[in-house]
């Protein structure tokens, strides 16, 4: 073989090599194959996956912080529009449950059967992190779940083009400054079809609140016909908390009827209650 054909050869499986790995080595570009959107539009879309979702029930995989501790485990979900969540956490080891955690629309109850404890109080974002340690609200989980996010209130601002990543990107901004939120939609799928990629809302300082990374995105038909597009990951972080949650979606349905009993759990009563200082020995 000459040294020019067996240099093309080397070439030819360099470049099949890299386009295996989803290499962008090449420099690629992405153009924008539709007219430019308007904000408006774009958060219209957005918050359209959010508004006609009204239920999920999911199986998945979740890796999150207990204490200073790393948990991955299988946590069933399931969550209802106006405050009503379920959470199931499984024991790696025996398979069994290690948390319950229920948000009937107005209280919560959760119960640790890892260290025999239980807590109640008002269902709001402290409720959630009481399993995951990560702070949201109840509903947020639910746009968590299709693929959605919340937007800080009242928003103006700007939209580019990234042709490096084929994506629109959203600079936000509330009417008093206090928050800023930036949003990457992918648009290499053209119109309309602005998966969210990223999320991130920082404050009038700018450090970060909380940010989101979504990827690997398939539709889903909803149990009503409707179809949602989805991330089959998502990793939600809070670094202020120094608490993220990532979860890889293994089963998902949407926009069943739920049984409302579901959502309501009953404490044993003298359980002691999780975090309480034991009492000082005699």
């Known amino acids: 073989m000459s040294i020019r054909r067996f240099a093309l050869v080397l070439g030819a499986l360099a470049a099949a090599s890299a386009a295996g790995q989803g290499c962008s080595c090449s420099g690629q570009r992405f153009e924008r194959r539709y007219p430019q959107p308007t904000i408006e539009a774009l958060l219209a879309h957005v918050q359209k996956s959010g508004e006609q979702a009204r239920s999920y029930v999911a199986e998945s995989t979740m890796d999150y912080w207990v204490g200073n501790q790393r948990i991955r485990a299988t946590v069933y979900a399931m969550g209802e529009r106006g405050a009503h969540v379920r959470f ?37 974002r402290r409720a959630i ?80 609140d909380w940010k989101l990374a ?49 959502f309501e759990l009953a404490l044993p009563a003298g359980l002691a209650r999780c975090g309480a200082k034991k009492p000082a020995a005699k």
């Not at 799928?189 to 602005?194: D, F, H, M, S, V």
């Not at 990827?215 to 989805?230: E, H, I, L, M, N």
């Not at 990951?233 to 293994?250: G, I």
Request: charged share 25%.
């Open 214 to 262: 979504n990827k690997d995105f398939r539709a889903v038909t909803a149990s009503d016909g409707k179809v949602f597009r989805v991330p089959d990951a998502s990793h939600f972080e809070q670094p202020r908390q120094k608490a993220d949650l990532q979860v890889r979606w293994k089963d998902r349905k949407l926009n069943m009827e739920l049984d409302r009993a579901k």
């Open 129 to 208: 992190a009481q399993l995951l340690r990560v702070s949201m609200e109840p509903d947020d989980f639910l746009l968590l779940s299709v693929g959605s996010v919340p937007i800080i209130p009242q928003p103006t601002g700007t939209v580019r083009w990234d042709e490096k990543r084929g994506a629109e990107v959203v600079e936000l901004v509330s009417p008093d400054r206090a928050w800023r939120q930036t949003l990457v939609l992918d648009g290499r799928g053209g119109a309309g079809e602005w998966d969210v990629l990223e999320s991130v809302v920082v404050d009038a300082q700018g450090a970060v």
């Open 88 to 124: 199931n956490a499984i024991n790696p080891a025996t398979d069994t449950t290690a948390a319950d955690l229920a948000c009937n629309g107005q209280g919560f109850a959760f119960l640790d059967y890892e260290h025999n404890c239980q807590l109640s109080g008002v269902c709001d």
